[in-house]
């Protein structure tokens, strides 16, 4: 994975000092940690099951090639959040990035993620991605909430189309983001 200059960083939440920076390869079993030690609410949601060992080598291997792009939130040496840039190969949607983020329910509300969605949006960027959608449950209220404040505009409702860890199906909630004008709001 190749080193970004631009980091590390580090920002003051909650009165901790959290650093933001990309997530290394070594990083699989400190992600494995955080993920283990998410709620059962949380993990209720997640598009990918990140406790799983294998699904965390695939996300590794994604960083590295390139197609995904993830900075990690660091505290005590644990990771308490991340925000990922999630990119497929199909061409057709190569103008569009998908954003994830995660932060520890013990840092929820101090702007953590909008920090860690920033990142993103950068990168997206950097990209010249046009555009970022975030997909949740329809019934994820404050994560719906959350992605409005940072500019998020829902675009679509598909009916029954995610089903969560208790095999109970969701209406999937599309919301998206215009990258271009990013910067314009800086
Ligand atoms: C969604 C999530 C990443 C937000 O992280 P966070 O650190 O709490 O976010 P911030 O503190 O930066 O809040 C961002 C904005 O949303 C608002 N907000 C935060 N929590 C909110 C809530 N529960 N309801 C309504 N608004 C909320 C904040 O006031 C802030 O707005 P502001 O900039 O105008 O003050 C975090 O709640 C989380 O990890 N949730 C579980 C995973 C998830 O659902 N991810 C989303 C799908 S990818």
Redo the contacts with the bound molecule.
Sequence with gaps: MKADKAYPKTVKIAEKTITLRPLLEEDGKAILDFARSLPEE?LL?LSFDITDENVVKQWIKYVKSGLWHTIIAENDNKIVGHATLLRTEQIWTRHLGEL????APE????????KLAFEIFKKAEELKLMKLV?R?AAT?K??I??FE??GFRAEALLSDYVIDRKGQTHDLLAMSYDVRGFTQNL
């Design positions: 949380d949601f994830i983020i995660l932060v840092l929820r509300g101090h702007g953590l993620g909008s975030a949740m994820q404050s994560a909430a959350v404040r940072l």
